[in-house]
Protein backbone atom coordinates (compact mmCIF):
# COMPACT_ATOMS: atom_id res chain seq x y z
CA UNK A 1 0.00 0.00 0.00
CA UNK A 2 1.53 3.70 -0.96
CA UNK A 3 0.19 6.14 1.29
CA UNK A 4 -0.15 9.50 -0.18
CA UNK A 5 -0.20 12.67 0.83
CA UNK A 6 -3.01 14.36 2.00
CA UNK A 7 -4.34 17.50 -0.40
CA UNK A 8 -5.93 19.01 3.01
CA UNK A 9 -3.98 22.08 4.14
CA UNK A 10 -4.31 23.33 7.90
CA UNK A 11 -5.27 26.96 7.60
CA UNK A 12 -3.70 29.71 9.59
CA UNK A 13 -5.26 31.85 11.94
CA UNK A 14 -3.81 35.45 12.30
CA UNK A 15 -5.13 38.69 14.09
CA UNK A 16 -4.75 41.51 12.15
CA UNK A 17 -4.63 44.51 14.88
CA UNK A 18 -4.80 48.56 14.40
CA UNK A 19 -4.33 50.65 17.32
CA UNK A 20 -5.05 54.26 18.34
CA UNK A 21 -4.57 56.08 21.19
CA UNK A 22 -7.67 55.30 22.94
CA UNK A 23 -8.71 52.06 21.58
CA UNK A 24 -7.67 49.08 19.58
CA UNK A 25 -9.28 47.19 16.59
CA UNK A 26 -8.49 42.96 16.31
CA UNK A 27 -10.16 40.76 13.61
CA UNK A 28 -8.84 37.47 13.47
CA UNK A 29 -8.66 36.00 10.20
CA UNK A 30 -8.49 32.29 8.48
CA UNK A 31 -6.66 32.41 5.96
CA UNK A 32 -4.34 29.61 3.48
CA UNK A 33 -1.28 28.17 4.82
CA UNK A 34 1.05 30.02 2.14
CA UNK A 35 -0.51 33.28 3.24
CA UNK A 36 0.77 36.61 3.01
CA UNK A 37 0.86 39.70 5.23
CA UNK A 38 -1.00 40.91 1.88
CA UNK A 39 -3.61 38.02 1.91
CA UNK A 40 -4.23 39.35 5.60
CA UNK A 41 -4.57 42.34 4.83
CA UNK A 42 -6.79 41.90 1.76
CA UNK A 43 -9.12 39.91 4.00
CA UNK A 44 -9.84 43.22 6.30
CA UNK A 45 -10.02 45.39 3.87
CA UNK A 46 -13.61 45.69 3.99
CA UNK A 47 -14.03 45.97 7.74
CA UNK A 48 -14.30 48.95 9.82
CA UNK A 49 -11.71 50.59 10.61
CA UNK A 50 -9.41 48.58 8.46
CA UNK A 51 -11.62 50.25 5.44
CA UNK A 52 -10.60 53.64 6.11
CA UNK A 53 -6.94 53.51 6.33
CA UNK A 54 -4.88 53.13 2.92
CA UNK A 55 -3.59 49.79 4.11
CA UNK A 56 -1.26 49.55 1.01
CA UNK A 57 0.39 53.08 2.31
CA UNK A 58 1.03 52.48 5.78
CA UNK A 59 3.67 50.35 7.79
CA UNK A 60 2.95 46.67 8.51
CA UNK A 61 4.69 44.73 11.34
CA UNK A 62 4.67 41.14 12.50
CA UNK A 63 4.98 41.10 16.35
CA UNK A 64 6.83 45.09 16.29
CA UNK A 65 9.08 43.92 13.38
CA UNK A 66 8.62 45.62 9.91
CA UNK A 67 7.73 43.15 7.01
CA UNK A 68 7.09 43.37 3.41
CA UNK A 69 3.88 42.71 2.31
CA UNK A 70 5.06 39.32 0.63
CA UNK A 71 6.19 37.98 4.09
CA UNK A 72 4.51 34.69 4.71
CA UNK A 73 2.08 34.00 7.63
CA UNK A 74 2.69 31.49 10.16
CA UNK A 75 -0.41 30.13 12.36
CA UNK A 76 -0.67 32.56 15.44
CA UNK A 77 1.08 35.66 14.32
CA UNK A 78 0.22 39.13 14.94
CA UNK A 79 -0.18 41.57 12.29
CA UNK A 80 0.20 45.06 13.22
CA UNK A 81 -0.61 48.20 10.99
CA UNK A 82 1.18 51.09 12.14
CA UNK A 83 -0.01 54.72 12.22
CA UNK A 84 2.21 57.24 10.93
CA UNK A 85 4.52 59.43 13.52
CA UNK A 86 3.22 62.79 14.43
CA UNK A 87 6.35 63.69 16.11
CA UNK A 88 9.64 62.61 15.44
CA UNK A 89 10.65 60.51 18.56
CA UNK A 90 13.99 62.40 19.25
CA UNK A 91 12.29 65.36 19.12
CA UNK A 92 9.53 64.56 21.47
CA UNK A 93 12.33 63.04 24.19
CA UNK A 94 14.25 66.45 24.07
CA UNK A 95 11.01 68.32 24.72
CA UNK A 96 10.09 66.36 27.47
CA UNK A 97 13.79 66.86 28.81
CA UNK A 98 12.93 70.74 28.20
CA UNK A 99 15.87 70.70 25.95
CA UNK A 100 13.91 72.05 23.08
Known amino acids: MIARASSWVEPVHVDVVYALPG ?47 DAPLRDGDRVEIYRPLVTDPKEARRRRAGGG
Not at 24 to 42: G, I, K, Y
Open 23 to 69: SQSVERVELPEAATVSDALAAVANLAPFSELDLAAMPIGVYGELVAA
